[in-house]
């Protein structure tokens, strides 16, 4: 059996409540293994439409949060192992907000993976770099538990590997393919949640709201409700990096398997919108990209992440 076959065991031994079933069935009803539906796409390639809501995965209000395995790091970092499974990857035509490089494709993770169950905050981007690089900037509220801004993706990376040697074990940057999964944790609507975005605000720092509260920088972390794998944040605060270079839409060349999408590029991608934006950038499908170094740093307010232990698959492994 292989590892990511047996993480996905223990997940679902550890899945007791009626909920958890029915979310195991709308990943296997989105392609793992099953017998697709008429109503469901064919191929892997990108679909030009489908209707979306007969592809939508049971959603209710404040789903519970899934009894998932989880490991605390040296510096007390907490990630979450997502199971492996396919899932819809961008947005149906007809989505509000939705955006040209969103198109639709069916995508396939094989393996397992941990992910931080929140944005880097300020003290533990602090523990690893010894730096501050969001001193003496606009839009910041300084505290240990604020996420980390003004970090490049060239930051990211840096992080990623003093991390790894301090802590001994291997970290690195979801793939776009992955942050998309574990943000819908089953669902296939514009948010973890649902489709409404008068509830955004239950989950999610983002533009309209705190414009109004005033409250112009990114926020503390799990503050707001987390989506069923137990993330906080997905949605809104701090657009965040994944390892991808960005093109202008999913990358149609790209293995509908363990995707990493464009092999080379000028800016690298970002997701999840953040506290600055609208609501419709904190869809689940939409995405965004920046230049990777230093060189537009005082914009980079709103800009983070958060990152991945998995076994088997490293920084070397994307382009």
Known sequence: MQWGERAVREVGDAM????????????????????DSPDEPEGTGDIAAIDGDSQKAATAPDRPVLDLQT?????????????AGEFLMGSPVGEE??????HLRRVRLTKAFYLHTTEVTQG????????KPWIGEQYVKEGPDYAASYVSWND??????????????????????EWEYACRAGTTTMYHFGDDPSQLA???????????AQEKYPHQVALRKPNAF???DMHGNQWEWCQDWYGDKLHGTSPATDPTGWPSGETRLLKGGSWFESEEHSRSASRSGFDPSHLFHSV????GFRVVHSTGFNNTDCP
Not at 22 to 35: F, H, I, K, P, R
Not at 71 to 83: D, E, H, R
Request: aromatic share 12%; charged share 20%.
């Open 300 to 303: 980079m307010y709103n800009s």
């Open 124 to 131: 533990q981007w602090e523990s690893v770099m010894g730096t």
């Open 71 to 83: 490991l605390t790091n040296s510096i007390g970092m907490k990630l979450v192992l997502i199971p």
């Open 97 to 102: 907000g939705r955006g040209r490089d969103e």
């Open 16 to 35: 007791k409540s009626r909920w958890a079933c029915m979310l195991l069935v709308a990943l296997a009803a989105t392609g793992c293994g099953g017998v």
């Open 230 to 232: 137990g993330l906080y």
């Open 202 to 212: 239950e989950y999610a720092w983002f533009g309209n709201y705190g414009a109004r």
């Open 156 to 177: 990211a990376q840096e992080f990623c590997r003093r991390l790894s040697e301090m802590d001994e074990r291997s970290y690195r940057l979801p793939t776009e393919a």
